[in-house]
């Protein structure tokens, strides 16, 4: 038997839980041998739930009890989890988590933590929920150079986007929608903003090309300022606007961002609705692949997390990550990538368009039939800081979305 604790009892410590408990014999006879939930860490007390019995208060009961070979860190935020996984893992413990902030932060110190202790450090969960990706870039695609990754790595933005598109609601109206649904945080500022998108593509970025990608040097932009206006134009194009992070190896040059995107119909990425996540991978060898699946939710995650525990109880005295080295992987200006943007001008097209041709050169013009006192515009293909020169010259700018 091997015995396993849990730190937190929280919305994914509770599935991890009920995974494990409601699959057992399945669980047993992949992993090779029975699996036990010793300890549940939590600060509360569950009086009438059958955890309760298992409950502990103090992290030490659990580092000094030798019979715990493996530790499942779903806490959520650096601190305390950081202090508690390294000690796991300096204590020969393998620790599994879907802590997102915490792998990103500190993943490639604590891997080799685990590299060096022959024991594992596994955290398929923290990038895609249920969504398998974590373990295809550390096994399946090994043998390929990964030069792109572009996902649709949150939910809750996905599901705000894809409801102003379909019935045509302000971010606002859809926000509140997706918090009585349970979808958005009651401060929906990580989503919303981008900053969990952010972390997961520094995550990926980090495994796929093998050095530390920080979080903080990545460019990021929400989905706050997307308009019900802008849903519109993205209808008479036949696109849909989505918030991708994305990372790019290009001639040994390494850019990342996180933005809303236009994209059309032919893109793989258009269809994915509602809450649901993927993420676009192209390998050297490989070409392209598309994983797809719930990006989060209690469930989706826990099973990933308990997935985790089983590669870990299977290999008890190996490690199995590839790790990315601490070295720090630079990463080039955004402003040198090349694309086309969609601008909105307010105005009056005959009065604006010289002006607008002038500064970005042929446009596509676009114009909505209620919307009379504006109109809309695809610029050619120029660089990022080409493009913010140009539109510091127009005050009547009303909105840029990113084109792919």
């Keep these: 038997m091997i015995q ?22 399945s669980i047993a006879q992949k992993a090779g041998d029975e699996i036990n939930i010793k300890y549940v860490l939590d600060l509360r007390d569950f009086p009438g739930d059958a955890i309760q019995e298992k409950i502990v208060h103090d992290f030490d009961v659990i580092l000094n009890d030798p019979e715990i070979r493996i530790v499942v860190e779903v806490m959520g935020g650096v601190e305390p989890a950081y202090t508690f996984s390294k000690k796991a893992l300096l204590a020969g413990k393998s620790v599994c988590t879907s802590n997102k902030e915490l792998v990103a ?17 596994l955290f398929e969960a923290s990038c895609g929920g249920g969504i398998p990706i974590i373990r295809p870039l550390n096994s399946s695609l090994t043998a390929d150079q990964i030069d792109e990754i572009t996902g649709i790595l949150n939910g809750t933005t ?4 894809t409801k102003m598109m379909q019935e045509g609601l302000d971010f606002e109206e859809v926000l509140k929608d997706a918090q009585e649904k349970g979808y958005a945080e009651r401060n929906p500022e990580a989503d919303v903003e981008g900053y969990d998108a952010c972390r997961k593509i520094a995550i990926l970025s980090s495994l796929a090309y093998g050095r530390q990608v920080d979080f903080e040097d990545i460019y990021t932009e929400g989905i706050t300022k997307i308009t019900a206006e802008d849903m519109k134009y993205a209808k008479v194009m036949n ?19 996180v933005a809303p995107h ?4 032919s893109d793989p ?31 989706p995650t826990a099973s990933a997390v308990a997935g985790d525990v089983v590669d870990a109880a299977r290999h008890l005295k190996r490690s199995i990550m590839a790790f990315w080295s601490r070295e720090k992987l630079e990463l080039t200006d955004i402003g040198s990538a090349e694309r086309r943007f969609f601008i909105r001008i307010q105005g009056i097209l005959e009065k604006e368009l010289e002006k607008v041709q002038k500064a970005f050169g042929p446009v596509e013009v676009l114009q909505v ?13 120029m660089t990022e800081a080409e493009y913010k020169t140009k539109a510091a010259d127009f005050e009547n700018l009303l909105s840029m979305i990113r084109v792919r």
Excluded at 158 to 161: R, V
């Design 369 to 381: 039939p209620e919307l009379n006192q504006e109109f809309g515009c695809i610029t050619r293909a």
């Design 4 to 25: 396993i604790a849990v730190l937190g009892y929280g919305t994914v410590g509770s599935g991890v839980v009920e995974v494990i408990d409601t699959n057992h014999d």
């Design 269 to 299: 990425l258009y269809p994915v609705n509602g809450v649901f996540n993927a993420i676009f991978l192209h390998g050297n060898m490989l070409g392209d692949a598309m994983f797809y699946g719930s990006g989060a939710g209690k469930l």
């Design 158 to 161: 996905n599901y705000i986007l």
């Design 105 to 121: 932060r500190h993943g490639a110190e604590l891997m080799e933590i685990a590299r060096e202790r022959e024991i594992n450090y």
């Design 239 to 257: 696109k849909t606007i989505k918030l991708l992070a994305l990372s790019k190896n290009k001639d040994g040059k390494y850019y990342a961002m």
């Design 262 to 265: 236009l994209l059309g119909q």
